[in-house]
């Protein structure tokens, strides 16, 4: 069975000043989004599933949506702060959307199959892809609490405009996730990737160590588990108005209770994206380059 590529696409880049989702980097006005569903589509996905806001819905469908109906089915789902399990109801001063989780919640009714999440303004390459595609068709029918994340190397991760946030991870004998831990300041100095500990101080890392870029892998069964997760969180959290419910919180606790296991696949591939503005030129060469060198075609679709 093919499986299933789910896109995250509900959220703004407040750093970026924009919705970059939608911006034009490649050659012939191509999104970010265009060369991750041109990855996909060569990696052996299936099927795409975009969550967004409802009230992004007639660009996005516009922009984006009407170049892949011809080459692959797509379905849409929408996230919204209203959208709580019965018994809760959203605090009106809640603005953020619930997070990368509950963002996922989304898709149970829509996805039957081995899925992919993927952020919509990630640029993770085609190595990448290929991993974790060949590991989600290959998992026997009926598969269950076998999941894979994408552990891109640190050192293929950074901007060249400032810090970074990544979540690094640790893994076990048998090259499964142990635990995520989320760095918000990483950076390469005098050569050294390096993280800010908690105590304000520089710690260096090798530069294959592996990180997470919300490059996940799931079986239907996460759904059922999310969902019971969510009350918890809500019954903790529901008067918090920036508390999120990422997809890390669940799957740390699913690895912690001994429920599921996590294969962090290794990639070869560059992760590139517009953190910052002044991130944006750098973007656009790049995908230049790849075009030039005959790694993509242009336009891709």
Known sequence: MKPTLFVLAAGM????????????????????????IYDAIRGGFGKLVFVIRKDFEK???????????NHIPVEVVFQSTDKLPEGFTCPAERTKPWGTNHAVLMGKDVISEPFAVINADDFYGRDSFAVIGKYLSELPEGAKNQYCMVGFRVGNTLSE???????????DAEGHLTIVVERTEI???DGTV??????????????NTPVSMNMWGFTPDYFKYSEDYFVDFLKENIDKPKAEYYIPLMVNKLINEGTAKVKVLDTTSRWFGVTYAADRQGVVDKFKALADSGEYPSPLF
Do not use: H
Not at 16 to 28: A, F, R
Not at 195 to 205: N, S
């Open 59 to 69: 660009d996005f469908r516009d922009k984006i949506i009407s170049k892949y109906e």
């Open 13 to 36: 880049g407040s750093r970026y000043g924009g919705l970059k989702q939608l911006d034009s980097l490649g050659p012939n006005g191509e999104t970010i989004m265009d060369y991750s």
């Open 194 to 207: 390096s993280y800010k500990d908690d105590d304000g101080k520089w710690v260096g890392i090798a530069d």
């Open 161 to 171: 405009s400032g810090t970074v946030a990544r979540g690094i991870c640790s893994t």
């Open 187 to 189: 950076m390469r100095i």
